[in-house]
């Protein structure tokens, strides 16, 4: 193939489909003919244009898509009927949810809190009722789901609750499908030509205003302001992910994990249930709502409080492809900041800050492929984080933090339906463009963010004015390659490797069975030292990890005999990057280095295209 020009793009949205390359026993040599087949378009599609002016052009959604206007209630509270949508501004006298407790718990003082005022928009949800002193309960959220899904008015629209999994204390995770396809099985979905969002909620059980807000976004898409977006899209909300942290108020699962570092790895079912959703769906778009610590580290390290309402973070991991980076900013992030900043909301980019007290770097989301952030972007989607200012808040300005993450979350839907058929032009391309990189070139194995520094702002705890602080700020937006190697054409896990095999393939990395013994050229590791040491992000040690194995290696090309029932896992697929973060020994997020992968010998990097026999395979 020749190089394609920088702004090219290959093949057809639908063709972006993943499908098995080899199966049926077919040799490695008759897969290479059909991978030339599949790449043979390549350059027939331009990429479409990128706006020239984002501020005029990007921000406005079609005339179809109604915009939400202030002080329109949106639900009422659950059993209500509802025969439109009703207007009815906040009255300033109104009561502040829960004062009483909300003032005894404050973190700071009532200059500070003048910074948040009540949005004039009043949403209602279970756990926003006045009287409430605790957010929707788990049972609460199934029932407002079911509700929106048998109220949905006869037409066009369907709403399903789905059954995702249980958690380990056997709650449902439950999830809300709406499309107007003919019916809600994936098969009906692909058949109906629109792109799929897949919103999520509340993976961490301390952070309540996700669930609140995604249940009022699953009604509005159900049958208010929202439901004109189904013409364009499905959608999928997933209001909360970690029921079990959610009752008890905990960040973790109930074994004490950190799901949003585990989505990779997969070791726990709240995980693996978001990781069959992206997998059978295949979201164009996949958002994860969060909240940020407004006091906390913050007041301890620089005696300050957090000043904006939302923080924002795309993708930013080893090998994400450029062009959905560059659909993720000026598609989404842009768009974003400016429907938040006509609610009168603040955002700035995501950041965090260590748990060590004198610590004082301010960093972004990390480059490790292990957050739903990173991992669901290796999966060539769009991935978003959205995060508003909460922890430790309790039920202090509930009703602003629902409104941020509403405003957020819609300007992402109309984003994608505005786009959708770039969208799936570009994914199209990048994994056209992903698998036809297979044995060439370098990949990179491991990257870090670039230390810099900026002038932040934050608020004065005493009088809630503006203080601006020079700080050292670690930027995810510029990743520095820490390691890289030669791109292989696949990897060969030894049979014993069966769970790392298991959690591949729920991931959607296609993994094939030999079925005859063969011999191939390839990469063993010689391992040059060894440490257990713990796994850590840019907040510090992940919760609930063992002590990863942090190794050295060196790659040692030498011809190895495969034999049969052993597996191969081929990089001429779209999912190749994901492969590579999951299956390169050396980094603290792979497979082996967290024990999913036992014996240093039980795989290699396979260097040349290998002529091998494969069993059937329906995967």
Same mark, same amino acid.
């Given at each position: 193939m020749t190089q394609r020009p920088a702004l090219s793009i290959s093949a057809t949205a639908h063709a972006a489909r993943s499908t098995p390359l080899i199966a049926r026993r077919t040799p490695w040599r008759s897969s290479l003919a059909l991978l030339a087949v599949l790449l043979s378009a390549c350059a027939s599609t331009p990429l479409p244009p990128w706006p020239g002016t984002p501020a005029t052009t990007r921000a406005r959604a079609p005339d179809s898509v109604p915009r939400v206007q202030r002080g329109t209630v949106v639900p009422p509270p659950l059993g209500q009927p509802r025969e439109n949508v009703v207007v009815t501004p906040l009255q300033p006298s109104a009561p502040a949810l829960a004062a009483a407790d909300a003032a005894s718990a404050a973190p700071y003082g009532p200059a500070v809190a003048a910074r948040f005022a009540e949005p004039a928009t009043q949403y209602s949800t279970p756990g926003l009722a006045p009287e409430r002193r605790s957010f929707t309960t788990n049972a609460e959220v199934g029932q407002w789901l079911r509700e929106v899904a048998s109220a949905t008015p006869r037409g066009s629209t369907t709403a399903s609750v789905l059954s995702l999994g249980t958690s380990q204390h056997g709650e449902p995770i439950l999830g809300l499908l709406l499309t107007h396809a003919k019916g809600t099985d994936v098969a009906s979905l692909e058949a109906n030509g629109r792109s799929t969002v897949v919103l999520?909620?509340? &993976?961490?059980?301390?952070?309540?205003?996700?669930?609140?807000?995604?249940?009022?976004?699953?009604?509005?898409? /159900? &049958?208010?302001?929202l439901e004109p977006l189904l013409d364009r899209l499905n959608v999928v909300?997933?209001?909360?992910?970690?029921?079990?942290?959610?009752?008890?108020?905990?960040?973790?699962?109930?074994?004490?994990?950190?799901?949003?570092?585990?989505?990779?790895?997969?070791?726990?079912?709240?995980? =693996?249930?978001?990781?069959?959703?992206?997998?059978?769906?295949?979201?164009?778009?996949? @958002?994860?709502?969060?909240?940020?610590?407004?006091?906390? =580290?913050?007041?301890?390290?620089?005696?300050?409080?957090? #000043?904006?309402?939302?923080?924002?973070?795309?993708?930013?991991?080893? +090998?994400?492809?450029?062009?959905?980076?560059?659909?993720?900013?000026?598609?989404?992030?842009?768009?974003?900041?400016?429907?938040?900043?006509?609610?009168?909301?603040?955002?700035?980019?995501?950041?965090?800050?260590?748990?060590?007290?004198?610590?004082?770097?301010?960093?972004? *989301?990390? /480059?490790?492929?292990?957050?739903? =952030?990173?991992?669901?972007?290796? $999966?060539?989607?769009?991935?978003?984080?959205?995060?508003? #200012?909460?922890?430790?808040?309790? #039920?202090?300005?509930?009703?602003?933090?629902?409104?941020?993450?509403?405003?957020?979350?819609?300007?992402?839907?109309?984003?994608? /339906?505005?786009?959708?058929? +770039?969208?799936?032009?570009?994914?199209?391309?990048?994994? =056209?463009?992903?698998?036809?990189?297979?044995? $060439?070139?370098?990949?990179?194995?491991?990257?870090?963010?670039?230390?810099? &520094?900026?002038? @932040? %702002?934050? @608020?004065?705890?005493?009088?809630?004015?503006?203080?601006?602080?020079?700080?050292?700020?670690?930027?995810?937006?510029?990743?520095?390659?820490? $390691?890289?190697?030669?791109?292989?054409?696949?990897?060969?896990?030894?049979?014993?490797?069966?769970?790392?095999?298991?959690?591949?393939?729920?991931?959607?990395?296609?993994?094939?069975?030999?079925?005859?013994? *063969? *011999?191939?050229?390839?990469?063993?590791?010689?391992?040059?030292?060894?440490?257990? %040491?713990?796994?850590?992000?840019?907040?510090? %040690?992940?919760?609930?990890?063992?002590?990863?194995?942090?190794?050295q290696v060196t790659p040692v090309r030498r011809a190895i005999d495969v034999p049969a029932g052993s597996f191969y896992v081929p990089l001429n697929q779209g999912l190749a990057n994901l492969a590579v973060a999951a299956l390169e020994p050396d980094t603290q997020s792979s497979f082996f280095a967290n024990r999913l992968i036992d014996d240093l010998a039980s795989t290699a990097r396979v260097m040349t295209v290998p002529s091998l026999v494969f069993e059937d395979s329906d995967e």
């Open positions: 999520i909620g509340q &993976q961490h059980g301390d952070e309540p205003a996700s669930s609140e807000a995604l249940l009022v976004v699953a009604r509005e898409l /159900a &049958q208010g302001l909300v997933i209001p909360r992910a970690n029921p079990d942290g959610a009752a008890s108020g905990n960040r973790t699962t109930a074994n004490g994990v950190d799901m949003n570092r585990d989505h990779l790895l997969l070791q726990t079912p709240e995980a =693996r249930a978001l990781a069959r959703v992206v997998r059978d769906y295949r979201p164009i778009v996949v @958002l994860d709502a969060h909240e940020f610590t407004a006091a906390g =580290r913050y007041l301890q390290k620089f005696n300050a409080i957090q #000043r904006y309402d939302a923080l924002l973070q795309y993708t930013t991991t080893a +090998n994400y492809p450029e062009f959905l980076t560059k659909a993720s900013l000026e598609w989404f992030h842009q768009p974003m900041l400016g429907a938040l900043q006509s609610q009168g909301l603040s955002s700035d980019w995501y950041y965090t800050t260590s748990t060590q007290p004198d610590d004082r770097r301010i960093s972004m *989301g990390g /480059a490790q492929p292990d957050t739903g =952030r990173n991992v669901n972007g290796l $999966k060539n989607s769009v991935s978003l984080l959205v995060e508003t #200012r909460g922890v430790g808040l309790g #039920r202090m300005h509930i009703q602003r933090r629902v409104h941020t993450q509403v405003t957020a979350i819609t300007s992402a839907l109309r984003s994608t /339906a505005e786009r959708a058929a +770039n969208l799936e032009q570009v994914r199209s391309f990048v994994v =056209r463009d992903t698998a036809s990189k297979a044995c $060439k070139g370098q990949v990179v194995v491991e990257a870090q963010a670039t230390p810099t &520094q900026r002038e @932040l %702002t934050m @608020l004065d705890p005493e009088t809630g004015a503006d203080r601006t602080l020079k700080v050292d700020w670690n930027s995810s937006l510029t990743l520095q390659p820490v $390691k890289t190697r030669a791109r292989p054409c696949g990897y060969w896990l030894a049979a014993s490797a069966t769970m790392a095999v298991e959690r591949l393939q729920l991931l959607g990395v296609q993994v094939l069975r030999i079925a005859e013994p *063969g *011999g191939v050229l390839a990469d063993t590791y010689s391992e040059t030292a060894r440490e257990t %040491t713990e796994r850590a992000d840019v907040r510090g %040690t992940v919760a609930g990890s063992d002590g990863t194995i942090r190794i």
